[in-house]
C-alpha cells in the first residue's frame, strides 16, 4: 500500500491496520514488538502523529512493500526520529498530539483519496494555509483538534474556492505573502470577533456551509477561519502592495515599542479593543502622532500591532470591492438566519 502525498504517518500506518483488520494502535504495537515487549509511547488521539526510529522504519516499509526513498518523499514527518528506550537499535514509536510538535493538517479529500487509492477510506494530510480547499471536489478541509478533521462542501461558496486560487498566485508574486496571510488572519480574526449588525455576507456564508445537525453557535466558533478566508486573503493582498507596505514602514519608524506593548487605555492594543466601527466603515484609529518620533520596536507583536492598526484603517469601499471580486454578488440577500 503507497501513501498519499504529504500524509501524515500515523494516518497512513492507520490505512495499513485497516486492510489487515486492526486498530492503528496494534499495528504499532506489533510493528515495534521485541521479545513480547512493545516500544510505543504517548497517547493516541484522534489528532496524533507518530514519529518511528530507524528501525520501526525499517519494518514499516518491509509490511507496506513501499521503498524506504518513496516512504520518505512522501511522508513529511517520516524521518522525525524519536528514539525509545535503553537501545537505538529497539524498534520504537512515540505518539505526539498539539502544535508545538505537529504542523497544521487536515483531513484528505476523500474524493481525492477515492480516486488514488480505489477506496473511501478517511485519511489525513499536512495542509498549508493555502492548501485548505480541494478546487476539483470542492471541499474545505477543516482540521479540528482532538478529531480526525471534518469536510466541508463549499458548492454554495465559489469563492471560497477562488480565493484559494488567488492566495497561492499572491505566494508565487510575492516572497512576504506568507507573513502578510498570517497578519491578514489577525485583522480579520478581529473583524469577526466584533458586532456587526449589518453585516451580510459573512453570515450568509455561514449558513451556506454548516453541516446537518451541527449547532448553529459551536459551528460560528469552528468556521471562522472558512467564512473569512476571502477577506483574508483580500488583506493579505493589501499587505503585500508596494505602497502599502512603505506607507506601514513610515508609521511603523520611531514608534515607542513600550506604548504600543501597554495593555492599558493608552497601548495600541487598548485602543483597538475600544474601537466601535462607525456604520458603513471598517476603520481603527490611526497610530497616535505622539508616538512617531521615537526608536523602532523590537518585539514581533507589537510590529503587528502595528500592522493591523494600519490595515484597519480601510474605509469600507476597499471591502465593497473585495467582496464583490470574490463573491460575485457586492449585494447578498440580508436576513439570514442560521437558527
Not at 510505543?40 to 509490511?63: K, P
Not at 498539539?98 to 504542523?103: C, H, M, R
Not at 514608534?255 to 487605555?265: D, E, N, V
Request: net charge positive; charged share 20%; hydrophobic share 40%.
Amino acid at each position: 500500500m503507497a501513501p498519499l502525498q504529504g500524509e501524515m504517518t500515523l494516518s497512513f500506518l492507520g490505512r495499513i491496520a485497516d486492510r489487515y483488520g486492526l486498530s492503528v494502535r496494534s499495528l504499532l504495537s506489533s510493528v515495534t514488538e521485541v521479545a513480547d515487549r512493545q516500544g510505543v509511547a504517548g497517547a493516541l488521539q484522534g489528532d496524533s502523529e507518530v514519529f518511528l526510529n530507524a528501525a520501526a522504519r525499517d519494518r514499516v516499509a518491509a509490511l507496506c512493500r513501499v521503498p524506504q526513498v518513496d516512504l520518505r518523499r512522501a511522508l513529511p514527518a517520516w524521518m522525525r526520529e524519536e528514539p525509545l528506550g535503553l537501545s537505538k537499535e529497539r524498534p520504537t514509536a512515540r505518539l505526539h498530539n498539539g502544535v508545538e510538535t505537529v504542523a497544521a493538517w487536515g483531513p484528505a479529500c476523500p474524493g481525492c483519496v477515492a480516486a488514488r487509492t480505489g477506496r473511501m477510506a478517511p485519511a489525513r494530510v499536512y495542509l498549508a494555509a493555502h492548501q485548505r480547499v480541494c478546487p476539483r471536489h470542492r471541499y474545505w478541509l477543516m482540521s479540528l483538534p482532538g478529531s480526525k478533521g471534518r469536510v466541508i462542501g463549499l458548492a454554495g461558496c465559489p469563492e471560497v474556492v477562488r480565493a484559494q486560487e488567488d492566495h497561492r498566485r499572491l505566494l508565487c508574486r510575492s516572497p512576504v505573502a506568507g507573513s502578510a496571510f498570517e497578519v491578514a488572519e489577525a485583522v480579520t480574526a478581529w473583524w469577526w470577533a466584533q458586532k456587526w449588525p449589518e453585516e451580510t455576507l459573512w453570515p450568509a456564508r455561514l449558513c451556506a456551509t454548516v453541516p446537518e445537525g451541527e449547532e448553529p453557535g459551536r459551528w460560528r466558533v469552528l468556521a471562522h477561519g472558512l467564512v473569512t478566508y476571502p477577506e483574508t486573503v483580500a488583506v493579505a493582498k493589501v499587505l503585500v502592495d508596494q505602497t502599502m507596505r512603505r506607507r506601514i514602514a513610515t508609521q511603523v519608524r520611531g514608534l515607542r515599542g513600550h506604548l504600543l506593548c501597554g495593555t492599558g487605555p493608552d497601548g495600541c492594543a487598548g485602543r483597538i479593543s475600544r474601537y466601535r466601527p462607525e456604520p458603513g466603515r471598517v476603520a481603527v484609529p490611526a497610530v497616535p502622532e505622539t508616538v512617531t518620533n521615537a526608536t523602532p520596536p523590537q518585539q514581533p507583536q507589537v510590529r503587528r500591532l502595528i500592522i493591523i492598526a494600519s490595515i484597519l484603517q480601510a474605509p469600507a469601499a476597499f471591502l465593497n470591492r473585495s467582496q464583490h471580486h470574490s463573491s460575485g454578488h457586492p449585494h447578498p440577500p440580508r436576513n439570514h438566519n442560521c437558527g
